[in-house]
């Protein structure tokens, strides 16, 4: 009776145990991570006509929209060149790279240009160096610091190959990439900036998107826990992203956990709170910026799929690009933009609003970010 006794106990601890494991770790992984049985819908149930930029424009993992001076800022590394050398994936082939570097382009959206579109331009780096590799850029985001009426300043992630002292190549599978924040001073309508300044330090070491704070103060999010290695390969399951905050007047930087599962383009609302989202799984994840530089987790917006990027409007609504499984490219899966209204209560409360997906990647094939212009309506998504 004992060993019956024993037996049914141990029956019911297992069965407990794995309704546990189901209800708290696969069950995400299965229908949020993997997307097995999400319901897709297609681009035509939605009230929007989308159009193709030229190809140029090819690769824009990340936009910038200046909504009084009608410019909307990309940076473009080209869709071969990305899969090619991609950091954050550990794809390390350099020759693959884009000759010019990657390509920061100004789009004027209400001025046409001859391709019917937009009038639009490169934004050449100038007065950088003359060393080999120096002033290449190898975007992997950005953010921008208004100055006055007719001068920005670009705070660029930079993730080139590694060199030594010599200019030479090293080995960047064994190495990582060489990551770098280069800051450029634009007027806006110019061809060209002018390099102001270089920051690097060891806590940024896979980053994927830049806010700025002020007064040469920053926060940098790791998309990875590591340039390279064995833990890397594990950051699907066991996390490994975090935020860096660095401090001018102290020259500080402070670092999170790196705990985080795979990160998306974050952004700093307009609140001055941190939105996090992830491409592991479906949680955008709010967080507070304290005194001492550490960050404190706030609350959570639980979304449909998981979040590749998201952004803020001038009417203070948020629009997130998502992707119907974990897919770092966006390449493998559909993806779909939500908009994402705050509401002023004691409480948090956001409503969350699919406004266009696209079941068969007809317009949003690769979809990283979406910018919206309140002045029209229009979104502007970048990607392929």
Sequence with gaps: MAFRVNGILQSAITVAALTVFYQVWLKDILFITLGIGKSVLPIEEFPYRCERVPNKLEGCGDMWLDERNRILYA??????????????????????RRPTGSQLMAIYIDKPGKNGKFKMHRIQPTKYGSGRGEGHLDLAGFDVEVIDSSTVRFWLLNQRPPRDTGGNLLDARKLGSNVTIEVY??????????????????????????????????????????????????????????????????????????????????????????????????????????????????????????????????????????????????????????????????????????????????????????????????????GE
């Design 75 to 96: 940076a473009c590394t080209g869709v071969e060149a990305r899969r090619e050398w991609n950091p954050s994936l550990s794809k390390f082939n350099v020759s693959g």
């Design 185 to 382: 001073e634009h007027k806006r309508g110019k061809q060209s900036m002018v390099y102001v300044s270089t920051k690097t330090n060891s806590s940024m070491h896979s980053p994927n998107k830049i806010a700025f704070l002020g007064s040469n103060n920053f926060v940098v999010s790791n998309d990875r826990s590591a340039k390279v290695g064995l833990r890397k390969r594990f950051d699907l399951i066991l996390g490994g992203g975090n935020l860096v905050h660095y401090d001018d007047w102290f020259d500080k930087y402070t670092a999170t956990a790196k705990k985080l599962p795979i990160l998306g383009q974050f952004v700093r609302g307009n609140d001055d709170r941190m939105y996090v989202p992830s491409l592991a799984d479906n949680k955008i994840r709010i967080f507070e910026l304290e005194e001492s530089g550490a960050f404190a987790h706030r609350h959570s917006i639980a979304m449909d799929m998981p979040i590749a990027s998201i952004t803020q409007d001038s009417n203070n609504d948020f629009w997130a690009v998502g992707r119907t499984r974990h897919d770092p490219i966006g390449d493998a899966s559909s993806a779909a933009i939500f908009k994402i209204e705050r509401f002023l209560e004691r409480r948090y409360r956001y409503v969350t609003t699919k406004v266009l997906e696209d079941q068969e990647s007809k317009s949003l094939s690769g979809a990283s970010i979406a910018r919206h212009d309140v002045k029209t309506g229009r979104i502007f998504v970048g």
